[in-house]
C-alpha cells in the first residue's frame, strides 16, 4: 500500500513532462511559422510604402531559407514588381521569369506572364511580349485574365502602329465609338514618302525638308546649295576650272547629297511623329475607358 503514493506521484510526473513536451513542441511549431511569415509581411509592408530595395531584401531573405516553399513563385512575382517600381527593368523580367517558372497553377501562371508582358511593352521588347501574351491565351484563362490579356494585345499593336490588328482585339474588350474613330483617324494618318523627298531633293536641294513641312532646314539646304553653285558658276566664267572643279567635287556634291540624305531622314521623323501623335490618342482613350467605372 506504501507504493501507491509513489506509483500516483510517478504518473503525475510524466504527465507533466508529456504536457510540457507537447507544449514545447507547439510553441516551437508557431514561432517556425511566425519565422516563415515575418520576411513575408515585412516585404509587403515595406513595398506598399515605397521602400522597394528593404522590402526585396526581405523577400530574399525568405526564398533563401525556404527555397523548396511553395509561395516561392509569389515571392518572385513581388520581387520583380518591386523590381519594376525602380525601373529596374533587367532584374524585374529575371525575377517574373523565375515566378513564371514556380507558379503552382494556371491562373498564376498567368497572372505572372501578364506582369511580364507589361513589362517587357515598357522596355519596346515587344515581339518577347506578344509571345508571353500568346502563351496566356493558349491556356484559356479566366474571364478577368482574358480582358487583360486583350487589353495588353491591343497596348502592344498600337505602340507597334498596328492599327488594324490593335482595333480587332480591343473590340472584343470594348465597344467605344470614340475608340473607333480614333481608330480611323490613325489608319488614314497622313504619310509622306520618302521617295518623293529624295526626287524633289535632287531637283532642287531644300524642297524634299519643305515637302514634310521643315521650311528652316528646307531654306537652309537652298541657300547653301545654292551658294555653293554660284561660286562654282562664277570660278567657270572666270577660266578658274580647277577651283570649280574643287568646289564641285569636294564641297557641292558633299552637302546636295547630303540634303537628298537628310530629306529622307526628315520624312522617316515626320512619319513617325505622325504615327506616335495618333498612338498617343488611343492610348489616351484607353486610359478614359479602364478608369471608368
Known sequence: MRDAPNLCMAQVLNNLIFFFLISTFLILCGFTASAEE?????????????????????YKRFLFFHPGDPRVGEVYYNIGLAYRAESLWTEAIAALRAATHYAMDRESKSEYQLALAVTLIATKNYDLAELELIKVMLRNPSTGLHRRMLFLQGVLYIYQFRWEEARSVLREYTTDARLETLFDAAVNTPQKS??????????????????????????????????????????????????????????????????????????????LQKSRQAAEALLWRLQEIVNTP
Open 38 to 58: 515575418l520576411p513575408l509581411s515585412l516585404g509587403r509592408h515595406l513595398a506598399a510604402q515605397g521602400s522597394y530595395d528593404a522590402a526585396i531584401t526581405e
Open 194 to 271: 520618302a521617295g518623293v523627298a529624295s526626287v524633289l531633293s535632287r531637283v532642287l536641294p531644300g524642297l524634299g525638308h519643305i515637302y514634310v513641312g521643315d521650311w528652316r532646314d528646307g531654306l537652309n539646304a537652298l541657300l547653301l546649295n545654292g551658294a555653293l553653285g554660284f561660286l562654282i558658276i562664277d570660278a567657270v566664267l572666270d577660266e578658274h576650272y580647277t577651283d570649280a572643279a574643287l568646289w564641285a567635287g569636294l564641297v557641292f556634291m558633299r552637302y546636295y547629297q547630303g540634303a537628298t540624305f537628310r530629306a529622307r531622314t526628315a520624312v522617316e521623323q515626320f512619319n
